[in-house]
């Protein structure tokens, strides 16, 4: 258990540019490391990491284990699947439970928004917590592997340009993705038929529209969003044809964009849905890269949090409550 | 070249607490640069002609160190050692007593180090720690068929088993003084500084 | 029968003088062997009357029970609540009202009155048996799917018709059910930060204007429950002007707090209708104050702890609100200048018990009456512990906060249940 003051990653609204930039420089040691004969180092050796997971995301708990084995932490995956957690016991008994097992870190994914902030600040445990996803709300890890990415792709994210497409209502990466870009000096729009656009987007800190065509021209680069084909039977959109057209990714749009732009997508994909065949396999997509610096920015991550006697990032510690 | 003298008590007590005493200049410019053409001969002499040697800076002033030997090892030989840098952060057994701190670059040359003698370079020899943390981070980048230690300032006061094999100067030294290395790449002048901690931060 | 001498006391804060108490009575002159009471300071008013309040029994006593949520009422001002029927079984029979009755009676802390579901099980499909509710021992004349919304609007007007047979009034939860499917909080800005889904005002809205319409076409008598948004209170105050028969409460939460308190997402802060804006808050009191909201209501709602210790999306909705009532008033309308005392009386007993039909209650302090009345004093300040409330449970919104004003004495029927600040043991 460290002793130090703890702090958590909850959230992209709780960096400052400057802790931003310190991950992302970070990170970008660690990416060295993939060349190595050895690609582990003993930084957190000795200390445990769990991996707390409520929804199913392979991709996401794969991508901190091997963050947190690369920097020789114990882990322990906990999943819902298969466990306690799914037979009724509650988020509180989980995490006192990871707090008896003598947790440092918590990586959480939860299906309800708020329940990594939940976890931080309830005053069940004393371990820092990692958002991996908290409903749609937040995925704050997501959101700092897009701008290592954008700036590794772009050269910097000053006065970038980055649109980000499709259901940003229901998108928790949308939602870390906005502010942190915001925060980083990028010039953000969100695009998305009505029906998918936040309530109160007006407050947010990027421009938006509802078509897409003519902010191609002008974008460094493309996110495009999941869409959930449920969402169709709630009436957000009337078919995945109507949305494919005018809000889909393909060859014809992706002609659009200036010479340098880059296509991203946080997967899974649905091809052919928001991105064709053609724009997810083409050499502006960045969707590989995306995976394999997610590692890189989670042990960033994880050693800013962990690894010093006080982490050198993250929202403080609000103390346990009432 | 001045001769190392450490300050009496009086001299503490008469420059006060509050502000330390200044830093004292033990070499300067023209001896850093003496003492590191020593280092580049000796380093020639001791590998015959250095043939398998890679020189690895330690970062921050290490790393210049490191490059400023393969500069003039360069101007005798007519010929650039492989030469990089090796940042130990996450390998210090200190890391959970301070904060997390920013990393440092680790730059390999082409080649690697495997089967390779090489040439640490730090500025500063002082518990022994940042060699030992050094030790620990070549070895997860390969096999060196030896490996040797050049430090511009060796103060004494060694924790571990670790000695350096060239030595720009033998600075004795009490523990609550310190050493200063500045560069010009990065202090705008080359000079070795001693000082003493106020009483304080001596750790006492 | 203790008689009482109160002395000194500011009925309705007006000019100091005595209050004679004698054999449940307000009297002319003191009984001989009358106890003094010192209210030098103190505020006398009419004991104040609840229209919303979940006691829980029968079916969740580990939340709340009668006696319990009654003694809570006690210490809070209240001579008579209004049990709301979403208990399990549900209050949709005569028989389940006359036991909450009967219990509240046993207790003895104040009068339990029972409202009745409008529908069976409130399962907005087909109404209750009305009839025989109002006919029980229980006289049963509020009648409430409270929890949910009667949202079929053919149904609503059938309950609104039928309870004019025996002079009963509908208090409708107002919720479009289809507009806020797993909604959260408030719709605003902040839904969208926080992740969580909104429930949007006019959700709220759309039912309360189709009931009053609803209202002035049957001609019967509809109440909206707890009225939170700022055109909930445009609508109920153009229905007023229209002379529809409608009458309107809302929160003491949903008159002091507002929804940036969700931030943290910790439950205690999650209520339905949901905590709103700033500019919501400002309206309810403005429509408290010009009468066009009629009472305060508590819509006191227990939960055990377990409820509201976790992720706000599995969280019960609620908030206690018995023991703070009066005190979240007095900060918000009384220390504003929006009320005088006359009337807090008016709001939180006079019109309550009218709207309530309880003849007991919200009666003037006058020689003859029933001798329900509540001490205040309102120099007193309080900080909100969760554990000394009376309620068997701790989800108060309120923990931490310095309110104004304290009960130091609650007569019923010149029966002390709190004296000294005390809820006294029977």
């Not at chain 2, 060694?158 to 094999?165: G, N, S, V």
């Not at chain 3, 009745?116 to 004349?141: D, F, N, P, Q």
């Not at chain 3, 229905?239 to 929160?251: D, N």
């Amino acid at each position: 258990m460290s002793a130090g003051p703890r702090r958590h990653l909850l959230s992209t609204a709780d960096l400052s540019a400057e802790d931003a930039m310190l991950i992302l420089d970070t990170a970008a040691e660690f990416a060295r490391l993939a060349d190595r004969p050895i690609k582990k180092l003993p930084t957190l050796r000795g200390r445990t990491v769990v991996n707390l997971f409520y929804e199913d995301s392979t991709r996401t708990r794969i991508s901190f284990e091997t963050a947190a084995k690369r920097l020789s932490a114990d882990v322990i995956n906990f999943s819902a699947k298969g466990s306690s957690v799914s037979k009724g016991e509650s988020l509180k008994d989980t995490a006192l439970t990871l707090e008896a097992m003598g947790a440092d870190a918590v990586v959480v994914r939860h299906w309800a928004s708020g329940g990594a902030h939940r976890l931080a600040h309830a005053g069940w445990i004393r371990s820092a917590v990692v958002n991996a996803g908290d409903g749609t709300h937040e995925h704050p890890t997501q959101a700092l592997l897009d701008a290592y990415t954008l700036r590794a792709r772009l050269g910097g994210l000053e006065g970038r340009r980055v649109t980000v497409v499709g259901d940003v209502l229901h998108s928790r990466v949308a939602r870390s993705n906005v502010r942190l870009l915001a925060t980083l000096g990028a010039e953000v729009t969100l695009v998305a038929p009505p029906t998918l656009m936040p309530f109160g987007v007006e407050g947010w800190p990027c421009s938006s529209s509802y078509a897409l065509d003519p902010v191609l021209p002008k974008s460094d680069a493309v996110m495009m969003l999941r869409v959930q084909r449920e969402r169709m039977d709630q009436a957000f959109f009337p078919t995945e044809r109507e949305y494919s057209r005018r809000y889909g990714m393909h060859a014809d749009r992706m002609a659009q964009l200036p010479e340098h732009a880059v296509v991203m997508h946080p997967g899974p994909m649905n091809r052919g849905l928001e991105i064709s065949a053609e724009v997810a396999d083409s050499a502006r997509s960045t969707v590989t890269e995306q995976v394999a610096n997610g590692v890189s920015v989670r042990m960033a991550v994880l050693y800013l949090l962990l690894g010093g006697s006080e982490p050198a990032i993250g929202t403080e510690d609000e103390g346990e409550r009432r | 070249m001045t001769d190392v003298t450490v300050p009496t008590a009086a001299e503490n007590a008469a420059s006060g607490l509050r502000a330390p005493a200044p830093m004292r200049a033990v070499l300067d410019a023209a001896a850093v640069q003496r003492a590191l053409t020593r280092i580049a001969h000796e380093i020639l002499e001791r590998t015959q002609g250095a043939d398998d040697a890679v020189l690895l800076g330690i970062p921050t002033r290490g790393a210049h160190l490191a490059a400023r030997l393969a500069r003039q090892i360069a101007e005798v030989e007519g010929r650039t050692l492989p030469h990089g840098t090796l940042d130990v952060t996450m390998y210090r057994d200190d890391l959970r007593l301070r904060p997390a701190r920013t990393l440092g670059h680790t730059e390999i040359p082409d080649g690697g180090v495997d089967g390779k003698l090489v040439v640490l370079v730090d500025d500063v020899l002082f518990s022994g720690r940042t060699i030992r943390a050094a030790l620990d981070a070549l070895a997860d980048l390969g096999r060196p068929r030896a490996v040797q230690l050049a430090v511009l300032v060796d103060r004494g006061h060694r924790e571990l088993p670790i000695r350096a094999d060239y030595v720009g100067k033998n600075l004795p030294t009490a523990q609550r003084e310190t050493v200063q290395v500045r560069l010009a790449e990065i202090d705008r002048e080359d000079a070795v500084l001693l000082g003493t901690k106020p009483e304080r931060e001596a750790g006492r | 029968m203790t008689n009482w001498t109160i002395k000194g006391a500011s009925p309705l804060g007006g000019p100091a003088r005595d209050l004679y108490v004698r054999e449940g009575r307000i009297a002319e002159a003191p009984a001989p062997d009358a106890t003094v009471i010192d209210a030098a300071g103190l505020i006398a008013l009419p004991g104040l009357v609840d229209l919303h309040t979940h006691l829980r029994e029968p079916g969740r006593e580990d939340a709340e029970t009668v006696l319990s949520g009654s003694r809570a009422a006690a210490a809070g001002g209240f001579t008579a609540v209004h049990a709301m029927a979403n208990t399990d079984p549900v209050a949709d029979t005569a028989g389940v009202v006359e036991q909450v009755w009967r219990l509240g009676r046993e207790a003895g802390y104040c009068d339990v009155q029972p409202v009745g579901a409008v529908t069976v099980g409130i399962a907005g499909e087909r109404l209750a048996e009305l009839g025989a509710m109002a006919e029980s021992a229980a006289r049963v004349r509020i009648f409430s799917d409270d929890g949910h919304c009667v949202s079929d609007a053919a149904l609503m007007r059938r309950a609104l018709e039928y309870v004019k047979a025996f002079g009963g009034v509908v208090a409708q939860h107002a919720q479009e059910p289809r507009l806020t499917e797993g909604a959260q909080m408030n719709e605003g800005e902040l839904s969208d930060v926080l992740g969580l889904r909104g429930w949007p005002a006019v959700a709220e809205e759309a039912i309360i204007a189709r009931d009053v319409l609803l209202a002035a076409h049957t001609g019967s008598r509809l109440h909206v429950c707890h009225l939170s948004t700022a055109g909930s209170v445009e609508i109920v105050r153009w229905a007023k002007s229209k002379g529809y028969p409608v009458t309107a409460e809302v929160t003491p939460h949903h008159l002091l707090l507002t929804e940036d308190l969700v931030r943290g997402y910790d439950p205690v802060y999650k209520v339905n209708p949901p905590l709103r804006s700033k500019d919501d808050v400002e309206a309810v009191r403005a429509g408290l104050a010009d009468g066009a909201i009629d009472v305060v209501a508590t819509d006191h709602a227990p939960h055990p702890v377990e409820a509201k210790d976790c992720e706000w999306a599995v969280a019960a909705m609620g908030m206690l609100g018995l023991e703070t009532a009066l005190s979240v008033v007095q900060q918000t309308m009384v220390a504003t200048g929006l009320l005088d005392w006359a009337g807090v009386a008016d709001r939180m007993s006079v019109r309550a018990a009218r709207i309530g039909q309880l003849e007991e209650h919200g009666r003037p302090l006058e020689v003859g009456e029933p001798a329900n009345l509540t001490l205040l004093d309102p120099a007193a300040a309080r900080v909100i512990e969760p554990a000394s409330l009376h309620s068997r449970s701790r989800n108060t919104p309120f923990a931490g906060l310095e309110l104004p004003g304290a009960v130091h004495a609650t007569l019923l029927r010149g029966t002390a249940t709190v004296l000294d600040g005390k809820v006294v043991d029977r």
